[in-house]
């Protein structure tokens, strides 16, 4: 989550919106994003809704504005590659 905070305006110029999602509680996102500086929105899925529909652990995902999925990305963010991403769905 740090390295989307690092490169958030670039996401921004670009018209994404970065969430967080983890099973974390409010209260823990919270402290979180103020210990880091978290500047987007942490979601709490705390029933597990949203990892059942969009499942795998550390993966980051590029929805368009159709709500399609239109990249998946395992693992650490690369942020040059999802800005890449972004870029193909202009």
Do not use: C, W
């Not at 979601?43 to 929805?63: F, K, L, M, S």
Request: charged share 25%; net charge negative; proline share 3%.
């Amino acid at each position: 989550m740090l390295a989307f905070q690092a490169d958030l305006a670039a996401f921004e110029d670009q018209g994404a919106q970065v969430l967080g999602v983890s099973g974390d509680t409010v209260e823990t996102h919270r402290r979180f994003a103020e210990q880091h500086g978290i500047r987007f929105p942490l979601i709490a899925d705390i029933d597990g809704t949203i990892a059942r529909n969009y499942p795998g652990g550390r993966v980051t995902y590029v929805i368009d504005r159709a709500g399609i999925v239109r990249h998946v990305m395992k693992g650490m963010p690369d942020n040059g590659r999802l800005l890449e991403a972004l870029k193909s769905l202009e």
